[in-house]
């Protein structure tokens, strides 16, 4: 706790702490917002399962589009341009009656979406010393999942309350004064972006990356299909008010499962920590096909949060072992682009999937999918030999930094 006493004494860590916190829990908010908004409206868990899907293709289809305007121009002038528009069009799909008008602007939505997460990860360098970027990344993480908590369950409540319009204005107001805080901070505003290595190498040739992007195709896909699963089937089952303790629970489950994760890894190798911990995530998920949107499902959810909680953490230790150097930035957003893009297929589907046939059969797909991608990295172990060892100090610093959701 000293060490989180001494961190909030520098000046500008309160100040980018509370800054990009509004506009974090509207990122939690959104997905269940938009949701709720064209499930109310068509009266359809398909078209909302499309919308969701749209936005989170588009969302990742041009994530490093976004990142690059950042990279480029910095932060001031794309957040105050980026941020008011996503408002803006957040109003405008609360506004919308027509399943045309709602699946374009969810679409477009997806385009639009300010990269807060990556822009505020930089900063951290600017604001503390070297000596303390290792909690300033906790604490950065910490904020992250506790408004990821937070924002699916006041999605809910707005959406299923006496005003369901109130879910998105509100979305739309947090990002709206999260943003604009940001962007107005001394620390934003004087950022410097980085000049990339001259003798940077094309990642996608890299065979681990195209191993892992393998395993994302599957992942993504069986996610998507939770994603919407889960809504879907509070709402067939008329307790949509369910939605939010079991996506709550999950996210608590998840930050719990990181920190657990936190005092295995030093004491074996990333890759095979990653593994174990995979087989064990695909053995959690089988029971989220036998559950009912009750307690069974949230027990049931918490414990598949804590899996992946911890499983996140290996990854990104993987993912910083086998990356070419130069390329921490690029290889999360070709990694996204492509998990990104499935998700949103699996979104799609599991609107469909929930409708017409069953949403245990979406949640049955899922457990599927995760056991393919712990088939998938047991298969190409071999290209992923380079974190077969104890990750050093530096490169658990560096996947802390990049343990964050890079399309916003």
């Known amino acids: 706790m000293k060490r989180y006493a001494e961190l909030f004494r520098f000046p500008n860590v309160w100040v980018l702490v509370l800054a990009c916190f509004p506009a974090r829990v509207a990122y939690g908010m959104v997905s269940l917002s ?7 409206t068509t009266d359809s868990i398909a ?4 919308a969701i899907g749209l936005n989170a293709t588009t969302g990742s289809l041009t994530a490093g589009i976004r990142g690059s305007i950042i990279d480029t121009y910095g932060q001031k002038w794309p957040i105050r341009i980026m941020v008011p528009t996503y408002s803006a069009l957040l109003i405008a799909l609360n506004s919308a009656d027509s399943k045309f008008s709602l699946l374009a602007l969810s679409l477009i939505l997806g385009i639009s979406a300010p990269p807060i997460n990556l822009s505020v990860r930089p900063l951290w360098k600017v604001v503390v010393p070297e000596s303390y970027l290792r909690t300033a990344y906790a604490v950065d993480s910490a904020i992250m999942n506790f408004a990821g908590v937070i924002g699916p369950v006041i999605a809910t409540t707005l959406a299923l309350s006496r ?13 709206l004064m999260g943003g604009i805080f940001l962007a107005l901070t001394k620390v934003s505003r004087d950022w410097i972006p980085e000049k990339k290595d001259e003798d940077h190498q094309p990642i996608w040739k890299h065979k681990p990356l195209q191993l892992l992007m ?7 896909f069986g996610w998507g299909l939770f994603d919407v699963a889960v809504p879907a089937f509070t709402t067939i089952e008329k307790v949509p008010h369910m939605t939010a303790w079991i996506f709550g629970a999950m996210g608590a489950a998840n930050v719990i499962g990181g920190l ?7 004491k074996t190798s990333s890759l095979q920590a990653m593994r174990r911990t995979y087989l064990l995530w695909f053995f959690v998920a089988i029971p989220m096909a036998f559950t009912y949107p009750n307690w069974s499902m949230i027990i049931a959810g918490a414990l598949l949060g804590l899996v992946g909680g911890a499983i996140q953490v290996f990854y990104w230790e993987v993912m910083e072992a086998i990356r070419p ?11 996204w682009s492509v998990e990104g893009t499935f998700m949103a297929f699996g979104s799609m589907a599991g609107g469909f999937i929930s409708e017409h046939f069953s949403p245990t059969f979406a949640l049955a797909i899922t457990a599927t999918c995760i056991g393919i991608g712990c088939l998938i990295l047991t298969i190409g172990k071999d290209r992923l030999r380079a974190a077969d060892r104890i990750p050093t100090d530096d490169e658990d610093l560096a996947a802390m930094g990049d343990n964050a959701d890079t399309t916003r």
Not at 325 to 335: N, R, V
């Open 34 to 40: 938009i949701f709720f908004k064209v499930e109310q």
């Open 47 to 50: 078209l909302a399962g499309l």
């Open 163 to 175: 005003i369901p319009e109130s879910a998105l204005y509100t979305c739309a107001f947090l990002m």
């Open 214 to 220: 393998i395993e994302g195709c599957f992942i993504g």
């Open 260 to 266: 657990l994760a936190g005092l295995l890894s030093k």
């Open 325 to 335: 150097k130069g390329s921490p930035t690029a290889m999360m957003g070709w990694l």
